[in-house]
DNA sequence: ACCTGAACACCGTTCAAGT
DNA sequence: ACCTGAACACCGTTCAAGT
């Protein structure tokens, strides 16, 4: 056989893409295999390799777009008009729910090793700073004698901090017997280092 | 073939956590393999599974030696008397330096995946509580008012939070272009958050 | 009793060969 | 030109068969 055409090349690009959103979200990154995204959409490995660099490239195209939807609802809870801790609050309960609700392909955003020498896509990385200039805008009026370094600075370090907690509390890593959900732990965090970060 | 009895199963085990081990540290954990473990300790793939009940198992153990170095560092530097914000400093800085130096070993603590319906063993567990019993130790001075619970609350909020710094950061997922390092990092949120924690 | 090694069902990736 | 499917070099895991 061969010589199909059925499809373009931005069809079978983006049909693989679903595709391996589907496997991904039942089976976890361990479970997706080019072979498996290929017979999903009605063609061979081969062709896969046509529209992909490698599963490497797929995978990352695939987060591209979790993220991509992840920072759309970040952002549009931080439209919405609120005090500053409110909004930073808010900005975390988002982050959270979206990790619970998507928690495989949320975690294949952070599964996915890089090779040593691989630098991460520009998309990609316009994507982080994008997110963190949210939680930038909302430190802002907390902190309004400090540098942008220093705004930067405590972006970067909370919002580790809150995806560290997301992290540890989704893979069960984190010993929370007896201890409150995921959001009450972020919660903790987030209070007690805003108390520590605003000027008074 | 076969009957070799050249060592016990007890060295055998060993022999395999110590391969096992240089592999990882190595070619991190996508790059171990049952096949390349038992060649490197002269036996067949087979053999392995006398040993271990799979290559979960396995891994399970080389992380559970490494979560017990890694406590014993921390153990060691939270022994020698300090105030107790110097004290949550020096186990940070432990923490990232252990991580740092054994990047491999111990970023497949956090990359092997469990199944979902997979129960932590219980010494694992163990290991995790005493991690967090050192931080709590730490803490306590600092809110003398507060519950066990809240005490135990924040040592898993910080805690979480100082991983995940260490962890996008080593694994570049973090964009700290113009940014100071991951110890720095780490200080502004532990700083920041003994700043707000702290009763006075 | 202890270990082997072949077998099974999977991988990612490539590329000559078919239409 | 487009896609196939067989090939290669790997996996984890099992288990009959050798000594």
Redesign the interface.
């Known amino acids: 056989m061969a010589r199909r055409s059925d499809h373009t090349r931005e069809e079978i690009h983006l049909m693989a893409l679903e595709a391996a959103e589907a496997i991904a979200s039942q089976e976890?990154?361990?479970g997706l295999s080019a072979r498996k995204v290929a017979s999903k959409i009605g063609y061979t490995v081969g062709t896969l390799y046509l529209v992909f660099r490698n599963l490497d490239d797929l995978i990352l195209q695939v987060n591209d777009r979790t993220l991509s939807q992840l920072y759309q609802e970040m952002e549009r809870v931080s439209a919405k008009p609120k005090k500053p801790e409110a909004c930073i609050l808010a900005l975390s309960h988002t982050y959270i729910e979206f990790a619970s609700n998507n928690t495989a392909r949320w975690?294949m955003?952070?599964?996915h090793?890089?090779e040593d020498d691989f630098v991460?896509p520009a998309p990609f990385?316009q994507q982080?700073?994008q997110m963190?200039a949210l939680v930038e805008n909302a430190l802002r009026p907390l902190g309004k004698n400090k540098s942008d370094?220093e705004i930067?600075?405590?972006a970067?370090?909370?919002w580790?901090?809150?995806?560290?907690?997301c992290?540890?509390?989704l893979?069960?890593?984190?010993?929370?017997a007896?201890?409150?959900s995921v959001q009450?732990?972020?919660d903790?965090?987030t209070?007690?280092?805003?108390?520590?970060?605003r000027e008074n």
Chains 1, 2 share one sequence.
Request: without cysteine; neutral net charge.
């Open positions: 976890g990154l361990s975690s955003i952070y599964e090793v890089l991460l990385q982080v700073q963190f370094r930067a600075q405590a970067r370090a909370l580790s901090g809150i995806h560290g907690i992290l540890l509390a893979t069960r890593k984190l010993d929370i007896g201890i409150d009450d732990l972020a903790t965090l209070v007690n280092f805003l108390n520590g970060f």
